[in-house]
């Protein structure tokens, strides 16, 4: 991904003013909210069969994205990407081997949101510079875990949809953007397994309703 919004830039950069006519591209500074509710299962068989915690958690990010955008008249087409990764807390939790053994286990669990990229279309409304925006997000699930048992999670992907308003002012080939949105995620699952006093151990992580809300400033340039 990072290698088609270079191009498209580039595009724009090099080529003449009868193909880069219609295009914007723009800076944007994002202030973000998600949520999600995560459940942990864990079944090592004949110890102590299948445990499920569930935790609903939120937490905020700032950062900068990208865009270029198509404007065909009371309605544009877009792509916009996040250069940075978005890190979520660090959960951790404290475990015992088993009812008879009391060492402590020690988990910690985060994740990355990378790539988060969106497709999206705005259609103007003629009054004060409003529009209506909505489109499709895709960002890839890092995760970064330290578990006591050696268990590992695959990294996973999600999908989901977008959607808001704002309002732009624009000088000349300048315009300036106020933007409010919110996203609704699809749900992820992770599974590992691992060795836990001589029982085969089988983690599984849900995470559900996950969610967000946006609000940016963006500063652009029409060609």
Do not use: C, W
Not at 44 to 63: I, L, P, Y
């Amino acid at each position: 991904m990072r290698k088609l919004i270079s191009l498209i830039v580039l595009s724009l950069l090099l080529g003449s003013n009868a193909i880069a006519e219609g295009f914007k591209v723009g800076l944007s500074g994002n202030i973000q909210g998600f949520y999600g509710v995560g459940t942990e299962t864990v079944d090592n068989g004949s110890n102590t069969g299948t445990v499920k915690t569930s935790e609903a958690g939120a937490f905020d990010h700032e950062d900068v994205s990208i865009f270029v955008e198509y404007d065909m008249g009371p309605m544009s087409v877009g792509i916009e990407y996040h250069p940075d990764d978005i890190e979520t807390p660090e959960n951790v939790n404290v475990r015992h081997t088993s009812a008879l053994d009391s060492t402590p286990l020690r988990n910690t669990v985060k994740a990355d949101f990378e790539d988060l990229t969106t497709l999206y279309a705005i259609i103007d409304i003629p009054f004060a510079g409003m529009y209506l925006k909505a489109g499709y997000v895709q960002a890839d699930i890092e995760t970064r875990e330290s578990l006591a048992t050696g268990s590992k999670y695959p990294n996973v992907d999600t999908s989901g949809f977008t959607a808001g308003f704002g309002f732009e002012h624009a000088v000349d080939s300048l315009f300036v953007r106020l933007e409010a949105t919110a996203s609704q995620y699809d749900d992820v699952s992770a599974s590992s397994t691992s060795s836990e006093s001589e029982q085969t151990t089988a983690h599984k992580v849900d995470i559900d309703d996950m969610m967000s809300a946006h609000a940016k400033i963006s500063i652009g340039y029409a060609f």
